[in-house]
T-cell receptor, first 113, second 111 residues
Framework: DGGITQSPKYLFRKEGQNVTLSCEQN?????MYWYRQDPGQGLRLIYYSQIVNDFQKGDIAEGYSVSREKKESFPLTVTSAQKNPTAFYLC????????????FGQGTRLTVV | QKEVEQDPGPLSVPEGAIVSLNCTYSNSAFQYFMWYRQYSRKGPELLMY????GNKEDGRFTAQVDKSSKYISLFIRDSQPSDSATYLCAMNWNSGYALNFGKGTSLLVTP
């Protein structure tokens, strides 16, 4: 079954900790994305990657970091510098970065405790 | 002004009604238009994908694009309680690096 897998589904973080959210896809897509979703805010782009070993900041990259060492994987680290990390995080991929539709994983709910 | 505007609702309709969901946009370069459905605490799933203007039908769903008015619509015929979800519009242009999303419209179909 092809798709995008995000893990874990729920994640709890203490103040001052870094946490890493996993995103894996077996769709052979070149482009991958991380979005953050808050109530009433819609989807906001954190980072995107068009190709292995390259990624770009989105609209709200501060306090986040990513890597793209493999085509299939695009992990997101939420650092302690992110002041308000509690949110629903969505990973997506698309065949090409521009004019093709994106497919989403099931999301990770991050809560700061 | 946000590039993509979408009324958040909530929109409540009785089962069997025709539902009309809409988005407006400001960037005339947008050519690729999508509608996603998102159930609570789940990732969005792609419903419809259209290029440029015109209509596209898939079962009970019809997507409509009017580029002259910068307006897109999603119609749901014979709505069902299982259609209750948030509907997100998204769009892009040739040089765009990622989709531009509306904030989503919450739909409730009551039995």
């Amino acid at each position: 079954d092809g798709g995008i897998t995000q893990s874990p589904k729920y994640l709890f973080r203490k103040e001052g900790q870094n946490v890493t959210l996993s995103c894996e896809q077996n769709l052979n897509h070149d482009a991958m994305y991380w979005y953050r979703q808050d109530p009433g805010q819609g989807l906001r782009l954190i980072y995107y990657s068009q190709i292995v070993n390259d990624f770009q900041k989105g609209d709200i990259a501060e306090g986040y970091s990513v890597s793209r060492e493999k085509k299939e994987s695009f992990p997101l680290t939420v650092t302690s510098a992110q002041k308000n990390p509690t949110a629903f995080y969505l990973c997506a991929s698309s065949l090409q970065g521009r004019y093709t539709e994106a497919f989403f994983g099931q999301g990770t709910r991050l809560t700061v405790v | 002004q946000k590039e993509v505007e979408q009324d958040p609702g909530p929109l409540s309709v009785p089962e069997g009604a025709i539902v009309s969901l809409n988005c407006t946009y400001s960037n005339s370069a947008f050519q690729y238009f999508m509608w996603y459905r998102q159930y609570s605490r789940k990732g969005p799933e792609l419903l419809m994908y259209t290029y440029s203007s015109g209509n596209k039908e898939d079962g009970r769903f019809t997507a409509q694009v009017d580029k002259s008015s910068k307006y897109i619509s999603l119609f749901i015929r014979d709505s069902q309680p299982s259609d209750s979800a948030t509907y997100l519009c998204a769009m892009n242009w040739n040089s765009g690096y990622a989709l531009n999303f509306g904030k989503g419209t919450s739909l409730l179909v009551t039995p």
